[in-house]
C-alpha cells in the first residue's frame, strides 16, 4: 500500500510517513515505514484503511432515536475512559506505563470525536470533574486493573447495544472501535 494515499475509513485521518507513529505506546505490535497495521488516531485495524480515499459515512438524520442514545451514550463513555487515562497518565509512576495512558487517552477521545459525528451531535458534553484521589490509585498496577474493568466495559457495551443499531456502517464502527478495546484490555493486563 502507497502510504500516502492510506485513509482510515472509521476517523477519517490520513495516515502518513509524519503521522503513522504516533500513539504507538498503545499497541501491542507497532506500526513501522513500512508496514501500517492500524490507523494511529483511532487504533482500528487495517481492514478499516483505505487507499482509495474512501471512508465510512452516516446519515445521522435517518438514524432512529434509540440508535440515537445509544450513540450518545457512547460519546460519553469515550470521553468519560479519556478522561481517566489522561489523570491516570499524571498519577502513574513509571515512564513506560505513563506513556502507554498517555496514547490511551488520545485514541479514546477520538473514540468520542467519531461518535459525536456520527450521531451529528450538536454540543461536545464536558463531564463533570472526577476526583480520582478518592481510589487511591497506590500502584500503576492499581491503575492499570483499573483502565481493564474500564475497557472490559467498554467492548460489553458495543458487543451489547450493536444488535440494537439498525444501520450497517454504525454496526461496523461498533464492530472496529470494540476490536480497539479488546486489544487495550491485553494491552493493560499484560
Ligand atoms: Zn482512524
Redesign the pocket.
Known amino acids: 500500500m502507497d502510504m500516502e494515499q492510506i485513509k482510515?475509513m472509521?476517523?477519517?485521518?490520513n495516515i502518513n510517513e509524519k503521522n503513522f507513529y504516533i500513539n504507538n505506546s498503545a499497541f501491542l505490535e507497532k506500526n513501522t515505514g513500512d508496514k501500517i497495521i492500524y490507523?494511529p488516531?483511532?487504533?482500528?485495524s487495517e481492514i478499516?484503511l483505505s487507499n482509495d480515499g474512501q471512508t465510512y459515512t452516516v446519515d445521522s438524520s435517518l438514524l432512529d432515536e434509540n440508535t440515537l442514545k445509544i450513540i450518545d451514550h457512547a460519546v460519553k463513555l469515550e470521553i468519560f475512559n479519556g478522561d481517566f487515562y489522561k489523570k491516570a497518565s499524571e498519577m502513574a509512576r513509571s515512564n513506560e506505563v505513563k506513556e502507554i495512558f498517555s496514547a490511551l487517552s488520545k485514541i479514546e477521545m477520538?473514540h468520542a470525536k467519531i461518535h459525536f459525528r456520527i450521531g451529528g451531535f450538536n454540543n461536545f458534553p464536558k463531564l463533570t470533574e472526577i476526583d480520582y484521589d478518592k481510589y487511591k490509585y497506590d500502584t500503576d498496577k492499581a491503575l492499570l486493573e483499573a483502565a481493564e474493568i474500564r475497557e472490559k466495559h467498554a467492548v460489553s457495551y458495543y458487543d451489547k447495544y450493536k444488535h440494537e443499531v439498525k444501520d450497517k456502517t454504525v454496526v461496523n464502527i461498533f464492530n472496529a472501535l470494540s476490536e480497539v478495546e479488546k486489544e487495550h484490555i491485553l494491552l493493560t493486563s499484560k
Do not use: D, I, K, L
Not at 10 to 13: D, L, P, S
Open positions: 482510515c472509521v476517523c477519517g485521518m490507523c488516531f483511532c487504533g482500528v478499516y477520538f
